[in-house]
């Protein structure tokens, strides 16, 4: 009999006024009754609208009937067959535009809560840890993949268990790609980013770190070196700015600077020697997820107040709605329809303000969404002591720059086509942001699938 | 891992390091850098590559023991390991097509401008080398340099070499006396390399500076070693870390390079790491 209750089963949280000051996990997830009360509302139904929301198609009524039958390992099994890294996605995809948008439960209520689900069959997993992971027999072929993120990850994970012997190269010192440096511990703990990490190596994945590839190793040579493919997934490169003045004073970051600071270097723990400034009046330049994790991680390192400034309104915000939700709970506050124009510093040359100009929405633009147009002699001045601009970035140029036949569009993203994710350049395979520019980690693990199903067509039909 | 093959003291604030390294050594190329981490809770360090051997597979690091991270990198011995150890770095300098050079080093800066000085006149350009220290117990690589240049220029700030004065001294005087540069390259401190900037601008020659700013990532994605070059946003770890030594905007650079300048003496007056490293050295 399924849960008839229109509202989702509440995610335990940590208290607003509480986490706004720790860095440990926000939600800190369902129980078993949860989850089987939670996977109750699911009403199977036939034509499964849910599964073609995610980019990777988990069989997501399948896995959520196990779970209502309190069947977690085997739904875990299910999530796996198309999933590789589910105790990420389950914290981060945006549900709420993919599965979850075409749940049936969501005409008259909220949906399942698909995402909460998924996760909670991850973190049983992994922490019973029932199923041993077999190394898959090998094929005796093998493939490179470029960059440990979540599109490195997926396509590595993918064709190890197709038996290929894969060695992913990470330019950092520690695997992740995003998932460390850029998503803060509050949001996605590193210790269930490397436990995923672990499973794949479990299944064979070699990862060496420290190989900024492209520098250190050219393309060219992995195949010299007897790879028959090489996946290119390098992730976000130079962050934006905004052009306007005074963004080389001290106290500007990027948001990649700053949140790479706290989250791969842990800035924030006093064992470690990575330096951060403390501001304690901040503005968060943008209105994407990248922007809410800057917000929310400078209210963690002690400020006191944090100002988002965004040009749109709340409606035109990228971020998803539970990070921008869960910004206003802890504090931040924001400040729509405003532009800055100018960071001002002092005779040091740090940080003192923010000039901005208030925004009114015009008529809609490229994207359709309304573009913001300045208010005449509606200037102010925010008073901080740092600006963190989180506009997006282009992608990384190494590995393009350096290789022969590797073609990039004007943006400097790598042109691969959209089903095969095949480049110009043959047996070379990319996707995640260094395609599409900056998107989200599941769409990124979505590329790194496809790329994976081509690269295992292409050295089956090279050997036929 | 990266074992430390060799450690010699060039003077009491400079160290030199030899760190295997073979695939790094196979593509280093003269202006390029490594990035390195002591340990787990080290931060990320960038360093120009003094010299590379392929054959050896091993990277030669100089550094001032100036900050806390580059005292920490000196508590390990030959036969240690350093944790991280990653390049190589930046695009390589462009050093083709030129006639006469003056290659100018300031303090631990020569590390880096002897290797140019070296390419340079390996491809048969004609080199003038000047190197500048405080006074004349700092002097490094004084054989190396004068190697590998058709003249070099011996300063000190304080004259106890005896010969007193600043690099531009000795620059200046060339060009006056009718030395035709046609490039002019400059590693050192900030100030040294804008007072060499300001000097050649007028002539109208060519001249490199090479940048070292704060950085994490190195490869363009964290956007930390911005400077501002002709106006516009540079990437001192992707667009550099040589750059026209006329367009840079010094001001700025020299603002941002103590950004954690407090940091640094919170870290040194704790000091705990590198006390228990000493009791456990």
Redesign the interface.
Known sequence: MANMISNKTAMPEQAPDVRRRNFDEVATGYTEEMAIQEAARCLNCKNRPCVSGCPVNIAIPDFIAHMAKGEFEEAYSVITKTSSLPAVCGRVCPQETQCEAKCVRGIKGESVGIGRLERFAADYHLKNDTANITKPESNGHKVAVIGSGPSGLTCAGSLAKLGYSVTVFEAFHTAGGVLMYGIPEFRLPKAIVQKEIEGLKKLGVEIKTNMVMGKVMSVDELFDDGYEAVFIGTGAGLPNFMGMEGEGLNGVYSANEFLTRINLMKAYKDEYDTPIIHPKNVAVVGGGNVAMDASRSALRLGAENVYLVYRRSEEEMPARNEEIHHAKEEGVEFRLLTNPVRVIGDENGKVIGLECVEMELGEPDASGRRSPVAKEDSNFVLDVDAVIIAIGNAPNPLVRSTTKGLEANKKGCIIADENTMATTKEGVYAGGDAVTGAATVIKAMGAGRKAAESIDEYIRNKNN | MFKVIEKTALNPYMTKMVVEAP??AK?AKPGQFIIF?VDE????VPLTIADHDAEKGTVTIIFQKVG??TK?LDTLNEGDYL???????GAPSELEGYKKAAVIGGGAGCAIAYPQAKALHDMGTSVDMIAGFRNTDLIILEKEMSEVSDNFYLMTDDGSNGNKGFVTTALEQNIKNGADYDLVIAIGPVPMMRAVSELTRPYGIKTIVSMNPIM?????????C???VGGK?K?AC?DGPDFDGHEV?Y??LM??S???RN??QT?RERNC?LIRNAEVN
């Not at chain 2, 809770?41 to 990320?44: A, D, F, M």
């Not at chain 2, 994490?216 to 930390?224: A, F, H, S, V």
Request: proline share 2%; aromatic share 12%; glycine share 14%.
């Open positions: 695939l790094i593509k981490r809770y080290g931060e990320r806390y991270s920490l944790l991280d150890f990653v390049g190589p770095l994490i990532d190195g490869t363009g994605m964290c956007g930390g911005r400077l501002t946003i990437f992707v905007d001001n700025e603002k941002r103590i950004t954690y940091n640094e870290a790491r």
